[in-house]
Every structure is written in C-alpha cells, then in structure tokens.
C-alpha cells in the first residue's frame, strides 16, 4: 500500500473520521513516525466504525495508550511540583505547547509529551533557576542566548523542563508580558499558572513549526500539531488576533500555508481571507507532492528559501564573543538548518 493511502488513513481517523484502514501495518507505522501513535490509540480502540481490529495491533495500540497515559499523569505530578516553587520566587509562568494541551484538554491523555515547556520574563530567569535547583533539579542545557531555553532534568522524573525567556525566531518579538494578555491564570493542585487562550495556543504552535523548525520553507507536516490545531481551532480562535502576531512577508506567508494545509487536511473551518492566495495554494500542492516524493525535497525548499528569505534576527552569536553575526555565517547556518535531518515526528514518506 502506498504511504500516500496510509496518510489519508490516519488523518480520517485523527480527525474525527475513524474508519477501516487500508493496511493496519502501514498505518501504524505512520502514527509512530509521526508521533500520532497515542492519538490513534484513542482515535480507533472501542470505536466500531474501525471494524475489526487485528489482535496484534489492537493489543499494541493498547499498550502504547496505557504507557502513555502512565507518562502523562507523572508529568503532571512533575509539574504540579514545581508551580509552588515558581510562584514562592514570584514567577506565573505560562504554559506552552504540550503540557499547556495536557492539563487543558481531557482529550489529551494518550498524547505522547516530551518535556514541559514554560516561558517566565526574561529578567526573572535566574530565579526560577534558584527555585528549580532547591527542588534539587539540575542544568541539563544552559542557553548562550536568551532566546535559548535553559534545559533542567532530574534522574527521577519521565521530562525534562525546558524554561524559554523569549521565543524563537526573535523577529517575531514574541515574550512573556506580550502573551501573558492572552492567558488565564488557573490553579493546579497548589501552584498557579498562565494556560494560553486557544488563539494563543495557535500561536505558538504555528510559529514553533513553521518558523523556528522552518517547516514552512523545508515543506514539512507535523500531523501531531495539526491535530492539536484542529482541537484548539474548535475551542474558539481569533483568526484575526491570530493573524496580527505575524509580521508581513515570510512570517505571515508561513501563517497562511500552514492554515491552509490545516483546512485541507483536518477540515478546520478557517477563514478563506486567512489562508492566502496563489502562493500558498502553490506551497501547498508542494507539500502533497514532496510528502509522496522525498527526493522533491530539497529542490523545493531551495526555491522557497530563494522566492522568499526567512527574516535575519539580529544575532545568532553568543553575546560574550562580543560581535554580531556576518551575512556569510547567516547563510551557512541557514543551509545547515533548512537541509539538514527533520526533528522527530515530522511527515517523510518514503
């Protein structure tokens, strides 16, 4: 069977459209590529429209449920623990990305979560470093720059902490007191934090792929996050909030591509006046068409990158060399970034 049928499989039943698969093998596979598996999980066990599920598959779509969910509520445990600690040092952070749907949404129990993303004010970070250390975590990663996360890890806990004081792509001047506007501040267990609105949640999923991963010029799907924009777009989003975040040019370019692509696959009902026009229809036949044949790949993302340049941010040195970054070090990190491995859970059929 084709990965094209495999992929038109597993979005009908991430979508809310559970059917028969083609060939459970195949689909399966997909899913865990694609960091889907969990998601699939909930999507066809105990939904008769399925049909018939064979016993392997069923019973490993079961244990990959069970783990996960075992995962996710330690998660939880991990996070609740460490609200308190923040908020003594008076930081409310704001939850981002997987943790922010994990302890939102009932639906997410099955969702496969790598760490717990928080993003606190910028001046604030050497205090929440303070207040993670008495909790006895340690420096896994330490950023040269303040739009590099600090990474903390302690050997008992299933994640790691990612704590960001501003996000990338630092054009886009996305920190903490822009988006705190946009939050709601809820208790968990005896802590408190900032959980984003819907639109908010968009935001920083739309931006963490299509621009800091550079999805939108490489011509990458993460079904994961389409699937987590199909469930935020139904609990209500601003289109045009949304669209006023992004800058004219590549940035607003890689909103529309991507909105597109989320109305055409998952059947989001977004607006067509946020979905652009000739260009982002042309970008996303390029998708369907790379998705089918990886070898397109590069050729496409070198005509992207080309027709429309991703902004240059300021300096990607380290402060301490005490120079700014020259137009050829630019260059060579962006062919770096843009051709070199996909991070995991991204679409590459083979």
Known sequence: MSGGHALEDLIACLSGDPRTPRDWRALV?????????????????????????????????????DRARRRNERLKEQLFELLPALNAAGVEPILMRGVARLVSSSDEKSRLLADIDLLVPLHRLDDCSRALSDLEYEVFRAGEEKHVPTVFCRSRDVGMVDVHGELQPLYMQLAYDELARSCQSMEFG??????????CQLLFTIVHDQLHDGDYWRGLLDIRHLVDMQRIAAEGVN???????FPGGSPKNALFVQLRSARSLMKIDVPEEYCGG????????????????????????????????????KSMIPRSSGRTETARETARRRLEHYFGPANPGKLLLK
């Open 190 to 199: 005896t802590g408190r934090a900032l959980i984003p609105s819907p639109t």
């Open 239 to 245: 289109w045009a909030g949304l669209a006023g975040f």
């Open 278 to 313: 000739a260009w982002s229809a042309l970008q996303q036949i390029r998708r369907r068409a790379q998705a089918h044949v990886t070898a397109l790949r590069p050729i496409f993302t070198l005509l992207t990158v080309a027709a429309d340049p991703p902004p240059r941010s």
């Open 29 to 65: 596979a997909l899913a865990s590529e694609t960091l889907t598996i969990g998601s699939l999980a909930d999507a066809v066990l105990l939904q008769p429209a399925v049909g018939e599920i064979p016993i392997h598959i069923k019973e490993l779509l079961a244990d990959v449920r």
